[in-house]
C-alpha cells in the first residue's frame, strides 16, 4: 500500500502554530486524497481536514478557519497549517491517504504525531 511518515507535532502555547507534514510513499498505488484526522483522548477519531488531487478541500466545523491544508502532488506530500491553536486541540493527529489499484479502493494511516496545546 502507501506508506505514510508524519512530522512536526510538539509542545505549543495556546494561540500559537504547528505545521504537520506528511510524506507518501508508493510505488504503484495512485492517491486520490490525502488528509489529516485527530483522535482526542477518550474521543473516536474525527476528521480535521482533507485535499483531493485536484486541490479540493474539507474542513471540520472545529476548524473555523484556523487550519490550512495543502498539498504537493509531485511529492505526495500534504501539510496542515494549524494557527490559533487550542488547547481543545490536544490530541493525536494521524495522517490519512485514500488510494486506488486496479480499479480498488484503500486507505492508509500514519502512525501519528501528538500535538500538545498548553493554556
Known amino acids: 500500500q502507501v506508506q505514510l511518515v508524519e512530522s512536526g507535532g510538539g509542545l505549543v502555547q495556546a494561540g500559537g502554530s504547528l505545521r504537520l507534514s506528511c510524506a507518501a510513499s508508493?510505488?504503484?498505488?495512485?492517491?486520490?486524497?490525502m488528509g489529516w484526522y485527530r483522535r482526542v483522548s477518550g474521543k473516536q477519531r474525527e476528521l480535521v481536514a482533507s485535499?483531493?488531487?485536484?486541490?479540493?478541500?474539507n474542513y471540520a466545523d472545529f476548524v473555523e478557519g484556523r487550519f490550512a491544508i495543502s498539498r504537493d502532488n509531485a511529492k505526495n506530500t500534504v501539510f496542515l497549517q494549524m494557527n490559533n491553536l487550542r488547547p481543545e486541540d490536544t490530541a493525536v493527529y494521524y495522517c490519512?491517504?485514500?488510494?486506488?489499484?486496479?480499479?480498488?479502493?484503500?486507505?492508509?494511516w500514519g502512525q501519528g504525531t501528538q500535538v500538545t496545546v498548553s493554556s
Open positions: 490519512n491517504a485514500e488510494s486506488k489499484l486496479f480499479g480498488r479502493a484503500y486507505t492508509d
Open positions: 508508493t510505488t504503484i498505488f495512485s492517491i486520490t486524497a
Open positions: 485535499i483531493t488531487s485536484g486541490g479540493m478541500t
